[in-house]
Each structure stands twice: as C-alpha cells, then as structure tokens.
C-alpha cells in the first residue's frame, strides 16, 4: 500500500514537470513572432512544424513505449526535451523556426505517449482512479512554465527558459526512475498489430470525443496570449497571462475530475465541461469587454479540462490485450488535434481575424458534446469484439 502511494506520487510528479518547457515556450510564442516579424500566417506556417513532424512519428512512439518501456522512455525523453525546447528560440527566419518546432514536437508527443500508457495501465493494474488529476498536475506543471516567464519578463527569453527548463528536466529524470514495474511492461515482445478494421469501433468514437477538448486546448495554449496582445495597450509584455489563467483553470478542474465523475457519471461530466469550453468561447469570440475575456479563459480551460483524461479511462477499460496500444492511438490522435488546430486557428486568423478562428472550434465542440455518451462504453469496461450496432445502441441510451 505504501509503495502504491509512493508510486502515485511520483507519476504525479512526471506528469506535473513533463509539460514546465512547452509552457515556457507558449508564453514565449509573442516574444518570438515579434523579433522574427512574422504576421499570424507566417507564424501559423511555422507552427505547423510539430504536427508535420509528429504524424510519421507517432506509430514510432507507441512501438517504443512498449518496447522500451514507459519509464526508461520517460527518462531520455526528459533529457532531450531540455536540449530541444531552445532550438525555437534561436530560430532567425520563418523555415528555421518551422525546423525547430518539428525538432521539439516529436518528443513532446513521445512524452505524452508514455506518460498516458504508464497511467492508464497502473490505473486498471491497482483500480486507484488517478487520470484527471495526473492530467490537473500536467496542466499545473503548464501554468508554472508559463508563469515563470511572466514573473522574469526582465530577463533574457534564453535565460528565462533555463530556469524551469533545466530544473524540470533533472527532477523529472529522478522521478520517472523510480516509478515501479508495472505487470504490463513484463510481458516482452509487444502484441501483434491490428488492422485499422479490427480495432473497436469505440476507440474511433471516443477519441473523435476527446479530439474536440484536445483542439480547443491546444489552440488556446497557442493563441490566448496573441489574443490577448491584441487587446492589451502594451502588447505582448503581460499578455502570458493568458495562458496562465487558462491553464490554471484546466488543473483545477482537473483535480476535482476523479471525484465528479464518481459523483455525477462520466456522460454528465464530459457534457457540462464542453458546455463550460463553448461558452468560454463565446465570450472571446463576441464583442465584449476586455474583462470577459479573463472570464473567457478561465471557462475555456475548465472546459477543455477532463475530456482527454475521461476518454484515456474509457480506452483503457475496452480491451485486456491491447490497452497499451488502444491508448497510444487516442493519444495519437488527440495530440494531433492539439498542434493542428493552431495553425489551422491561424490561417483563419490572418483571412479574417482570430475571433473568427477561435469560432471554428464551436462546431467540434458541440459534436463532442454528443459523442460525450460513449463514454459509458468504455467506462463499463465494453469489449472490443462488440458489434457497432451493439456500441450505437449502448451509446444512445
């Protein structure tokens, strides 16, 4: 028992230091579109790096996670994340800035493939309900990155970057070396591929789900403080903050996720916090008072707060086999979701304005907001061999 409480901690604790350099990096996006001169365009382009990069690499990812293993993958990744998270900053053009952000995204996706795999095996393995609030400590550790920024404005952005960048890097490095063997990691070689028909169809219906709060996450991570360095007088100087409240708002929702969903139900869950995320949109999008837009982020984040970890649950609960596998895919799919949204928010953007960029992410929203019943299928523990007809029918009722 004490071990499984220790062993908790420390996943909380990887999963808190993990996301401190991309933080960092997103309250940094102002910084760096203004000394590169890029118009959102050029800078959507540019950020179309990490999803470019990522897609050929993702079904890498999830043959390393089981065949390395999560922990050890854990470890190199958070060693390499702290060499790849500066190239953005030493980026001098548009294509340089593209390289380095495709650089950077291959191992953020990496990261984020072990860190769901190791959660949700130890999360069926010990029955312990833990996924919200490890992804309420990944949200926590986002806000703290982006916050050490705005508190060192003064310094140097390089500078600024080393301090959490480093320190998360080291501490993470202990951490995941000491988190325990799980039963699924002994089993050697990984299980043999599927065909795309042979997984369940409620792997596809439950990811599409969870891709709309994963797009509207990352679109916010990406475009909240150029949002709000529009609105400001000063610009792109405090204009992290915006990042910072949303963030804030996803961990906290977050770490109340684990005790609502077993208050309310899953379905009840997921359909109150996309309805807090398209709300909090609508005050962005509409033409308000700059203090609606605090309000706006706030909403969005908590909006956007439990979707991914409801479903990693959900996928995880569907099949004995391939539960490692089946959250790789949701992984894969919603981590897509998280980088292109941005780029496609940004083109929007440049033809027409960011308000109307942040308004495509309404439609998505309201599909999740249906799809939000499906999540009872994989949170009763539904089979894989199921027919469709069978998971329309559970899905519906």
């Avoid at 596809?204 to 709060?213: D, K, N, Q």
């Avoid at 684990?258 to 309310?264: C, E, I, L, M, P």
């Avoid at 984040?301 to 959250?327: H, K, Q, W």
Wanted: proline fraction near 5%; charge should be positive.
């Amino acid at each position: 028992m004490a071990d499984t409480r220790r062993n908790i901690l420390l996943i909380m604790a990887v999963f808190a230091l993990e996301p401190v350099p991309f933080g960092a990096w997103l309250a940094l996006i102002p910084y760096v579109k203004e000394t590169l001169g890029l118009d959102k365009a050029q800078l959507a382009l540019a950020l179309l790096g990490m999803p470019i990069a990522l897609i050929p690499s993702l079904s890498l990812a999830s043959r390393l996670v089981v065949r390395i293993g999560p922990r050890r993958l854990l470890a190199a990744g958070f060693a390499v994340q702290a060499v790849l998270v500066f190239l953005p900053l030493l980026a001098f053009n548009q294509l340089t800035l593209f390289l380095a952000l495709a650089c950077f995204g291959v191992f953020v996706a990496i990261l984020q493939v072990a860190l769901n795999v190791y959660a949700g095996q130890f999360e069926k393995q010990t029955g312990r309900i833990i996924m919200n609030r490890c992804h309420g400590f990944w949200a926590l550790g986002l806000t703290a990155g982006s916050f050490v920024i705005v508190l060192t404005a003064g310094l140097p952005p390089i500078v600024a970057l080393a301090l959490p960048t480093f320190l998360s890097a080291a501490l993470g490095i202990w951490c995941a070396f000491g988190l325990i063997r799980l039963a699924a990691e002994q089993h050697g070689k990984p299980p043999a591929r599927r065909s795309l028909a042979a997984m369940p169809a409620a792997l596809f219906i439950i990811a599409a789900y969870a891709l709309a709060s994963s797009m509207t996450e990352g679109a916010m991570a990406d475009w909240a403080a150029i949002y709000l360095a529009e609105r400001l007088p000063d610009g792109a100087g405090r204009a992290g903050i915006a990042v910072t409240i949303f963030a804030g708002f996803l961990a906290a929702g977050r770490f109340v996720g684990d005790a609502a969903k077993v208050r309310f139900g899953v379905v009840a869950l997921a359909r109150a916090t996309v309805a807090c995320a398209i709300a909090g949109l609508l005050l962005l999008i509409l033409p308000l008072p700059l203090s609606f837009a605090y309000l706006g982020f706030a909403l969005t984040g908590l909006g956007a707060s439990v979707g991914y970890p409801l479903a990693v649950s959900a996928v995880a609960a569907l099949d004995d086999t391939y539960e490692g596998a089946n959250i790789a895919t949701l992984s894969m799919i919603t981590v897509i979701g998280f980088l292109v949204g941005p780029p496609l928010i940004g083109f929007l953007a440049d033809t027409f304005s960011l308000r109307v960029g942040l308004a495509a992410l309404l439609p998505g929203l309201c599909v999740g907001f249906v799809l939000a019943s499906y999540l009872a299928v994989g949170d009763s523990g539904a089979s894989r061999n199921e027919s469709d007809a069978d998971l329309l029918n559970r899905g519906d009722s």
